[in-house]
């Protein structure tokens, strides 16, 4: 992490908070044009910027990619994760997303529904104020920022057509809450907008920031979002373009480890395209004001010193048994631990840390998740929950991964073949025993290749359960564990059909 970095960090709105804090490290979460001075929140207090920090600090939060609602949705479906914890904690919520017990009336959905349409109305907000200001007077920072609000209700659009299928669009600033009572549009209607939110991200984000500003959005980030969207509805000649143009500008690389990736020190490294930053201090050493719970979530559920958290969003024996011999990343994903003292010569000690977990006895998972894996000092300098680990979106081997299956599926296997490799060489490191290099030109099994690539390279990060889906793959993998064809798309929340009157209808196949 950058160290001895001093700023003030200010964020209006649905989140206020108004602090002058000493950072340890440069993430970005302040104002663009400067330092705010205590006392200025009246005057930034309804601000465009002020919303545009609003989306920043909601896009952290528990619902939308930290806490356990974003995890059920976007990990646990998968057969690579599982609830984990104990039995009793969160039995409900175990039954509906790793067995795909799906209700209508889950807490869970309910969280991650209407917090994507608090992002996409502040969106429609900012987009609204910026729209009404005379093109000629309009600034630099109106420019950056309408392209942040376009980015952030693509972000939130794509995450819920994925979850929700066919859900309402609204693309307008509201002004009661009878204005938002519409009916579902097409997944195709979906997203033409979330096309056109990214498009217009791309012409006016940045291609870099300052050091300043780590963690604000780019052109990357939008570029790359839109890469993803495509794969989603396997438009490989749109997804190739999108990976490929973020590939030739030379803005990321994969020469970061992998084993350094998601530790503290691998922080906004070379390949960090999409970051969410969070920190700690010695004011505010656990809060959701400036850190998340995203490691706190995931931490070992054990007894005094390994009280690090609830231990939820854990990999399966499956996960473990999918990497190949020797791949270095099979100990950058899982974190060992025993149940008990008596069990310690049993594991091998976690690296870099060299420590040995203790969890509770009652833990039902096997493993836990090494990618929210916290620095031991950080933990006696702050608190133990982690709240200061920064939350991974979008990397560059997922893009290097989008242009090999891309150029696969498109006819171009040496092209493929050589994204791939890239991957497979910067987790080999030095060790040329391991990793062999792919060299088959069939397509089918190139694909197949590309495929246990993402799953591996990937692991525990958002995404396997949409790979299944879009693959074909959803019913193979996971119909022993209870999924179904419906089960791509989630009920919507009945609190909303409800308050809708009407007018909002149940996904096909619910109640």
């Known amino acids: 992490m950058k160290r001895n970095t001093i700023y003030k960090l200010c964020i209006t709105g649905l989140m206020a908070v108004c602090l002058s804090l000493p950072m340890s490290c440069a993430k970005f979460d302040q104002e663009p044009q400067g330092e705010w001075k205590d006392g200025d929140q009246n005057s930034i207090s309804g601000s465009i910027e002020a919303k545009i920090f609003t989306m920043y600090a909601k896009i952290r939060g528990f619902n939308i990619t930290s806490g ?26 175990g039954r509906m997303y790793d067995n795909f017990q799906y209700t209508s009336t889950n807490s869970i959905i309910s969280g991650y529904y209407s917090s994507h349409y608090e992002l996409i109305h502040l969106s429609n907000t900012a987009i ?7 093109e000629s ?11 942040e609000a376009h980015f952030f209700r693509a972000f939130a659009y794509f995450n819920l057509v994925r979850a929700f299928g066919e859900v309402p669009l609204i693309d307008f600033a509201i002004n009661n809450q009878d204005e938002a009572n519409i009916p579902k549009s097409s997944v195709e209607d979906i997203y033409k907008l979330i096309d056109k939110d990214l498009t217009i991200a791309e012409e006016g984000l940045p291609r870099t920031w300052p050091a300043a500003y780590v963690g604000r959005l780019t052109w990357g980030a939008a570029r790359s979002l839109h890469a993803k969207t495509y794969l989603m509805r396997s438009d490989f000649q749109s997804a190739y373009t999108a990976s490929i143009e973020v590939i030739q500008s030379g803005l990321y690389n994969l020469n970061t480890p992998f084993e350094q990736i998601f ?42 010193e390994w009280n690090l958290g609830w231990g939820w969003n854990t990999p399966t024996q499956e996960l473990a048994d999918a990497f190949e011999a020797g791949d270095p990343r099979k100990n950058e994903t899982l974190l060992y631990f ?25 833990v039902a998972n096997k493993y836990y998740n090494k990618k929210a894996y916290t620095n031991p000092e950080l933990r006696k300098k702050f608190a133990k929950n982690g709240f200061w680990f920064n939350i991974r979106i979008i990397r560059y081997a997922d893009v290097v991964l989008m242009a090999a299956e891309a150029a696969n599926e498109i006819g171009n296997a040496g092209e493929a073949l050589t994204y791939l490799e890239m991957i497979r060489a910067r987790a080999r490191g030095s060790n040329s025993n391991v990793l062999p290099r792919i060299t088959t030109a069939a397509q089918s ?27 074909g793959e959803a019913s193979a993998v996971l119909g022993s ?23 909002l209808k149940q996904n096909p196949d619910y109640n």
């Open 68 to 93: 356990n609602v974003a995890l059920a949705i976007h990990s646990f479906r998968s057969e690579d994760a599982e609830k984990g914890s104990t039995a009793s904690d969160g039995a409900e919520h």
């Open 128 to 134: 609204k104020e910026i729209n009404e200001i005379e």
């Open 137 to 147: 007077k309009r600034t630099e920072s109106d420019k950056v920022n309408f392209a």
């Open 263 to 304: 530790r503290e020190s691998g922080e906004n490294s070379s390949e960090s395209i999409f970051e969410i930053q969070c920190t700690a201090n010695e004011t505010y050493k656990a809060s959701n004001e400036v850190g998340s719970q995203f490691a706190e979530v995931q931490g070992v559920r054990g007894p005094g």
């Open 338 to 362: 025993v149940k008990s003292e008596s069990q310690l010569g049993t594991i091998q000690p976690n690296t870099p840390y060299n420590e040995r977990p203790i969890a509770n006895g009652d």
């Open 445 to 471: 099994e190139l694909r197949e290749a590309i495929h246990h690539e993402r799953r591996i390279e990937l692991a525990m990060e958002f995404d396997r359960f949409y790979d299944l889906v879009r693959w």
């Open 481 to 503: 564990l209870g999924y179904q064809p419906k089960h791509r798309y989630l009920p919507l929340p009945n609190s909303q059909v409800t308050a809708s009157n009407g007018v």
